[in-house]
């Protein structure tokens, strides 16, 4: 069971540019999200879904997009990189309210 | 008023010291809380469940306290392994499957 897989582990952007982190996993759970950790600092929800086909935005969301056409899969959207942007970003999942998340291992994204 | 809050600490302690850690949270009608572990430049992962019984593994023991509306973590005899940052985890009944975070705690265990 490899849990939640998030691609790529780093990524230098410049301003303005575009790009996609990928999450999967592999525990057929309804439930993911996708999280921004900046330095120092708790998690902040950007996204959320509950299921294929149904997303949501959390706390976060402004300057992000999302799809859910899988269980499996959860990718994010990042249109027009900003420096603002530079964060930790993590993909969760979990099957139900009664239990914990199981996180990726994140991405380091940093916007020059 | 956030709704998880924590002591982000850094708390020093020395080898087989007993720490604690609280945890507050705002909505009364919470029903699920966690502890999580994050070690530096890691991804959080879960430490354990926290029960209204309360419930220990092994040198940890966490307890809820619902009239108070908080949440305690207890480390016996510590570890230079338990340097981390512990992060308080509550699931606010009235939004869906989201947890709440709370901002974390550093523990940090010297030799």
């Known amino acids: 069971n490899a849990g939640v897989t998030q691609t790529p582990k780093f990524r230098i952007l410049k301003i303005g540019q575009s790009m996609t982190l990928q999450c999967t996993q592999d525990?057929?759970?309804?439930?993911m999200y996708w999280y921004r950790q900046d330095p120092g600092m708790g998690l902040k929800l950007i996204y959320y879904s509950v299921g294929a086909g149904i997303t949501d935005k959390g706390e976060v969301p402004n300057g992000y997009n999302v799809s859910r056409s899988t269980t499996e899969d959860f990718p994010l959207r990042l249109e027009l990189a900003a420096p603002s942007q530079t964060s930790v970003y993590f993909c969760?999942?979990?099957?139900?309210?009664?239990?914990?998340?199981?996180f990726g291992s994140g991405t380091r994204l940093t916007v020059v | 008023r956030k709704e998880v809050e924590q002591d982000p600490g850094p708390f020093n302690v020395p080898e087989g010291a007993t720490v604690a850690f609280n945890c507050t949270y705002s909505n009364s009608a919470s029903q699920s809380f966690f502890w999580y572990r994050q070690d530096c430049r890691k991804e959080p992962k879960l430490l354990m469940s926290v029960y209204s019984s309360g419930n220990e593994d092994g040198r940890f023991t966490a307890q809820l306290n619902r009239a108070s509306q908080y949440i305690s973590l207890l480390i016996r005899d510590s570890k230079l392994s338990d340097s981390a940052t512990y992060l308080c985890?509550?699931?606010?009944?009235?939004?869906?499957?989201?947890?709440?975070f709370g901002g974390g705690t550093r523990l940090m265990v010297k030799p």
């Open positions: 969760a999942s979990s099957r139900a309210r009664e239990n914990g998340y199981t």
């Open positions: 985890v509550v699931n606010p009944s009235n939004a869906g499957n989201m947890l709440t």
């Open positions: 525990m057929n759970h309804n439930y």
